[in-house]
């Protein structure tokens, strides 16, 4: 029994790591969610709710995190004017052991659900496969969601605020906040939609050896390079295809470290890049030292500025590529390196 | 621009949760490593590879989980005569914080990475996402691995070994071990596959407000219960279309509780029922308490033993439906429930 095996495929298999997808994605709508420091920083006025107290009514910063979650999912599903039971999928995750802020963050949506871990690349996770079940006609309709919270993720990873220990130059402030995106493969004449996903480059793992948990870009700078360098080889695109290659969470010393790796493969995105984690705080006033980082870094500044910025026709096409540090605080203690993973999305002006 | 929106679908959306795949998807080999008593066990004679220690030549136990990742990835990429470069993605996951069993286990290979969390529903979420990835053509053949290690699950959930606590007789034990599968789409004449991936059905999380987390078995049935019945409703099949509806790692205390949860639901289970957890220990005599548990031990059950049947034509359908508890030491800590999670997936005799 041989179903349908001459079909035209969905998509197509570009080079080695990426997908031009042949049916359409559109991000119909977002939202972002995010605290109190990210509120003050440079891109305040543009995210959709901003809490006062970084606990957001919760009793620990865990179930904070959750609420943001929830929240996002909300804030999407009202904007585009759609329920949680026209949501076929939901592809989450979060920064903490076990992805508990997003178990509970979403579980009363009673959404079927794929649980991610890509560290704070996850956003781009979640986006590669709701677009792929998008675009092969596995659902209609589906929501992406990730988060991170400052306090939540230094216990983590790092100290629980209590201790008030020093952090170096290098480390980066992990954003609190939460973005939510619905996708959907069909739109109305003349309905609204905020930009369209056109493909997808996915990581493969990269390990330089580094072990420097508070310089978490120079870690994940190796992964960003891998995503960006594949996705020219494999739709033979040169920088000045894209309006903007823009980066989750480098911060200002990953991003040299970026910047150099590319030169070495012979490419210059110093006129395109930018990186969500430098953007988002103003790194001298806001004392975030690197700059900001986590899953819902990239996540709230791709649902609030960069959306923006391509639905109003400023840019064209955007290569985005969340990056993340594949570590724990047991590999951590252990010795063991940082590796990082990358996943790159192409969101294009609809027109 | 639109592209062939009127090509046929890959697959039909079944119901509220389901999936019923309109192209192949094989599962053209698979690969089992477990630990010494796993093979002790009563499946012991199936399993590729037995470990005579359960460090398996390593400094620590997380890194002893990597090498099962390691080695169950290589043994059925060489059972399938297949090399990593051919594979266009790995979907991964394990129960460790931050998945590092998998980021260290895999990286080595150089395949895109998505990476998974479902906690012991992961091998499930693997072969779901991994099917979609086949059926819709955005690959053509993927691996997905899911693993578990019971030294290091103990240090992650519960107690680190050397405290030598007691374990309550509705714990249960998580099996060391790993599982890989390669999927492909199309097969030569001729060619031999171990089975195909018909259909999935994509749980939903259940939260009935239990926080034990030495009685997982009971955490998870509703989110079996979830999967099984709506399998039923979306695909219009009774119990008896399956010759086998095989959870994950419910153990004995679980199993009572899904078979009396579907019976409230008009639905006896209780011919066609097994579950991984019970199967690969013989409780009794190893002291194994509720039976075993893991990402690992539906892995390794399903590769060893489920695929053997259905390869053989003994059974001809099964409804495989991996569960997973969603809590982490910090949520135990906090308070928090244990919400479930399952995913179930139509794995059928080629024929």
Redesign the interface.
């Known amino acids: 029994m041989?179903?349908?095996?001459n079909?035209?495929?969905?998509?197509l298999?570009k080079g080695?790591?990426s997908?031009e997808?042949?049916?359409?994605v559109f991000i119909k709508d977002s939202a972002s969610i995010v605290g109190s420091k990210e509120g003050q920083g440079p891109l305040g006025s543009l995210f959709d709710m901003i809490g006062n107290d970084d606990m957001f009514g919760c009793?620990?910063w865990?179930?904070a995190e959750s609420s943001l979650q929830k929240d996002a999912v909300y804030m999407a599903l009202g904007k585009a004017k759609l329920k949680p039971s026209e949501m076929?999928?939901i592809f989450a995750?979060d920064?903490?052991?076990?992805?508990?802020a997003t178990?509970?963050g979403?579980?009363n949506y009673?959404?079927?659900?794929?649980?991610?871990?890509?560290?704070c690349s996850t956003c781009g996770?979640s986006l590669?496969?709701g677009s792929?079940?998008v675009?092969?006609?596995?659902?209609?309709k589906v929501i992406c969601v990730t988060s991170s919270h400052f306090a939540s993720a230094e216990k983590?990873f790092r100290f629980p605020l209590e201790y008030g220990n020093q952090r170096p130059l290098s480390a980066s402030w992990t954003v609190t906040g939460s973005g939510a995106f619905v996708l959907t493969g069909?739109r109305a004449e003349n309905e609204k939609v905020r930009a369209r996903i056109t493909g997808i480059t996915?990581?493969?793992?990269q390990?330089y050896g580094l072990k420097d948990s508070m310089n978490m870009g120079a870690c994940m700078a190796p992964a960003a390079c891998n995503v960006i360098y594949q996705n020219f080889m494999d739709f033979g695109r040169m920088p000045e295809d894209y309006d903007r290659i823009i980066t989750g969470d480098l911060g200002s010393i990953g991003q040299t470290a970026l910047l150099d790796l590319l030169r070495d493969k012979g490419f210059d995105i110093s006129a395109q890049h930018m990186d969500c984690g430098i953007e988002i705080f103003d790194a001298e006033k806001q004392d975030t030292h690197a700059g900001g980082s986590g899953c819902g870094c990239a996540a709230t500044v791709l649902s609030a500025f960069i959306l923006k910025q391509i639905e109003e026709g400023i840019w064209k096409r955007v290569l985005f590529v969340p990056t993340g540090a594949?570590?724990?605080?047991?590999?951590f203690n252990?010795g063991?390196t940082v590796?990082g993973?990358a996943h790159g999305v192409i969101i294009e002006n609809v027109g």
Do not use: W
Not at 7 to 11: D, G, R, T, V, Y
Not at 135 to 140: E, H, N, S, V
């Open positions: 041989c179903h349908r095996q079909s035209k495929p969905c998509a298999q080695a790591q997908l997808f042949e049916r359409n009793q620990t865990e179930e076929r999928y995750g920064l903490l052991g076990q992805s508990i178990s509970y979403i579980l009673e959404i079927p659900f794929f649980g991610l871990y890509g560290a996770e590669s496969l792929m079940a675009c092969g006609g596995f659902a209609d983590e069909k996915t990581g493969v793992i390990d594949l570590l724990s605080k047991t590999s252990e063991q590796p993973i």
